[in-house]
């Protein structure tokens, strides 16, 4: 059983940068590809970016892509999402999440998340 503790979020102005965190415990954290996804008020869980077990593959939400960059640190047991250029669109909570074996966009593919941690943007 893993456990994710998001961390990070908070209320940023647009156009500026916010770092998540999310520390994972109770597992093999080199077993699992990891992936960060967001809900909007009144919007599904959506796919933001995720990685793959030893960080050499990413893949991007075509509406983050060359904002955001999903990083990860097995040492640390750690994935991070740095966001720049937030726009009021970005507005959500952010949750983690692991799966085994290979990256994937879908929620329903992952077997452990985060609580979530609140991004709100102002404009």
């Excluded at 209320?11 to 500026?16: E, I, R, S």
């Excluded at 970016?49 to 097995?74: E, L, Q």
């Excluded at 692991?98 to 879908?106: F, M």
Aim: with cysteine.
């Amino acid at each position: 059983q893993v456990q994710l503790v998001e961390s990070g979020g908070g209320l940023v102005q647009a156009g500026g940068s916010l770092t998540l965190s999310c520390a994972a415990s109770g597992g093999i954290f080199s077993a699992y590809a990891m992936g960060w996804f967001r809900q909007g008020p009144g919007k599904e869980r959506e796919f933001v970016a995720t990685i793959s077990w030893n960080g050499v593959s990413t893949r991007y939400a075509d509406s983050v892509k060359g904002r955001f960059t999903i990083s990860r640190d097995n040492a640390k047991n750690s994935v991070y999402l740095l966001m720049n250029s937030l726009k009021p669109e970005d507005t959500a909570v952010y949750y983690c999440a692991a799966k085994h074996r290979v990256t994937g966009i879908v929620p329903g593919e992952y077997d452990y998340w985060g609580q979530g941690t609140q991004v709100t943007v102002s404009s």
